[in-house]
């Protein structure tokens, strides 16, 4: 009995898929691993997406899915679906749900501020 086993050769390298970047555009704070990708509505029918931004479409459209679920998904290195879910968000196609709010023109999370954090210790501090 001979085991047929299959394998798909990947023919794109992963700096092809992102055109060379490593971060993303609209900001330099990586999503996090557990960020949830919700599909917006009518976006699974995009025209003209690469087949990577194809296949993320179809693996959140019934469901949410974190990247890190889509990274093993697709068989693509977590920084590369990262800057995926990067580009589908700022064409609208989907949108990101995080457990800590990132303001996107920084890239920080406001309540790691140092003015958040100082009024954490005050507020301690008077107990």
């Known amino acids: ?5 299959e394998y798909e050769a990947r023919t794109v390298r992963p700096y092809a898929v992102t055109g060379g970047r490593v971060r993303t555009t609209s900001s330099d704070a990586p999503l996090p691993l557990e960020a949830l990708v919700e599909v917006m509505p009518g976006a699974v029918g995009g025209q ?3 087949p990577e931004k194809r296949a993320i479409l179809q693996h959140a459209a019934h469901t949410y899915v974190s990247i ?7 068989h693509l290195p977590l920084g590369v679906v990262r800057i995926i879910v990067a580009d589908l968000t700022d064409a609208k196609y ?4 995080t457990s800590t709010p990132v303001d ?6 406001p309540a790691l501020s140092l003015s958040v954090l100082e009024s954490v210790l ?5 107990l």
């Open 94 to 97: 989907i949108r990101v749900h």
């Open 1 to 5: 009995m001979t085991e047929h086993v």
């Open 122 to 126: 005050n507020g301690i501090s008077a």
């Open 68 to 74: 890190a679920e889509l990274s093993a998904l697709l």
């Open 48 to 50: 003209g997406l690469t």
């Open 104 to 109: 996107v023109h920084t890239g920080q999370s």
